[in-house]
């Protein structure tokens, strides 16, 4: 795989173990599994972990790790995936909605949430209670949306069709929790997927950086007082991820961050550092490395308004 110039530059100087990181570019995903905890029993859940030869995971009961070598595709096949018994979905993909913490009864907005891999998990966590607004602006990852949230049995979800920049105005101060699992430059993904460096460029992440500032704006607007917001990327650049978190401290003094624990997980620090912003609370956001947790590039960071 050849990786642009400007992106080695950038990245050797924040990225930990450069080398490691690149080598593990290179090697073949894992596949990560969710049982679904709205259909699954203790017993379907024993059964699944045998037949797919299954590892858990430490930080949520349902989730796992297959030992065996398989593709997505063909977990994608199985009856238990058919039955919406199993979801597919990456490990570092299951964070943002366990650092959300939904609750039963609450209202919870996923601003943009097609295809749904944490609607669906937000759903199960909140048992099929309270309100989950599930949010996308692309009609046709609508239609991936609606079916995973069919085929999972999620009851409590409504799906909305709107520019997700008009939620802060027309839901003010409405939900006890937000997610904002932004749309990006995609450069955690490398490993699952080359193309994503076909259009790699610093302006592509500038002009991603812009579309995430007016989300991340919109979503702080609709979260309740003393609600949380948790804002996650699958990118690198830190013009979309800590950049974006920065603006908004700039912006509104009511938000600030909060700590993220979250086990059996290496995680490394949000960058306090990078043209444009200088703050050491960034340091609480946390960034999930493919190289250290055989996993996709995640950033998240949890937000209070207070
Ligand atoms: C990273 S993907 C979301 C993945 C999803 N949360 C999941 O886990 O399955 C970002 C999504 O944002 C949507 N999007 C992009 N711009 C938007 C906007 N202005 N308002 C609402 N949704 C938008 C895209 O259509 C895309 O589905």
Same mark, same amino acid.
């Given at each position: ?9 950038r990245?050797?100087?924040?990225i ?36 797919y ?56 907005l ?11 998990? +937000?759903?199960? #966590? ?10 996308? *602006? =692309? %009609?046709?990852?609508? @239609?991936?949306?609606?079916g ?24 003010f ?6 997610l ?60 979309e991820?800590?950049?974006? +978190?920065?603006? #908004? ?10 700590? *993220? =624990? %979250?086990?059996?997980? @290496?995680?490394c ?38």
């Amino acid at each position: 795989m050849k990786l642009p110039e400007r992106f080695i530059f950038r990245y050797q100087k924040i990225i930990p173990d450069f080398d490691f990181f690149l080598k593990s570019l290179e090697k073949k995903l894992k596949i990560y599994i969710r049982v679904n905890s709205l259909k699954a029993n203790k017993k379907d859940i024993e059964e699944i972990a045998e037949k797919y030869d299954c590892e858990p995971l430490s930080f949520y009961p349902y989730a796992f790790k297959l030992k065996s070598e398989r593709d997505e595709f063909s977990i994608g096949n199985t009856l238990e995936h058919f039955l919406g018994y199993i979801y597919v979905q990456d490990m570092a993909s299951m964070i943002p909605p366990i650092v959300l913490e939904p609750k039963k009864y609450e209202k919870v907005l996923d601003l943009t949430a097609a295809p749904g891999s944490k609607t669906t998990l +937000i759903s199960a #966590l909140m048992e099929n209670t309270g309100l989950v607004v599930a949010n996308d *602006i =692309n %009609i046709d990852r609508l @239609k991936a949306l609606t079916g995973n949230i069919d085929r999972m049995g999620c009851l409590n979800v409504v799906i909305t069709n709107l520019h997700g920049e008009r939620f802060g105005n027309l839901f003010f101060e409405y939900f006890d929790k937000v997610l904002l699992d932004a749309p990006c430059s995609s450069e955690g993904t490398i490993n699952k997927n080359y193309e994503v460096l076909n259009h790699w460029s610093e302006f592509y992440i500038n002009k991603m950086a812009k579309i995430q500032k007016n989300l991340i704006v919109s979503a702080f607007k609709s979260l309740k007082k003393e609600g949380i917001l948790v804002y996650s990327t699958c990118t690198f650049a830190p013009e979309e991820n800590e950049g974006v +978190i920065d603006f #908004l401290l700039n912006k509104y003094d009511n938000a600030i961050i909060e700590e *993220i =624990n %979250i086990s059996g997980i @290496k995680t490394c620090p949000g960058i306090t550092e990078w043209e444009g912003f200088n703050r050491n609370e960034l340091k609480k956001c946390i960034r999930i490395y493919p190289h250290y947790n055989e996993c996709e590039g995640f950033f998240i960071c949890k937000i209070k308004k207070v």
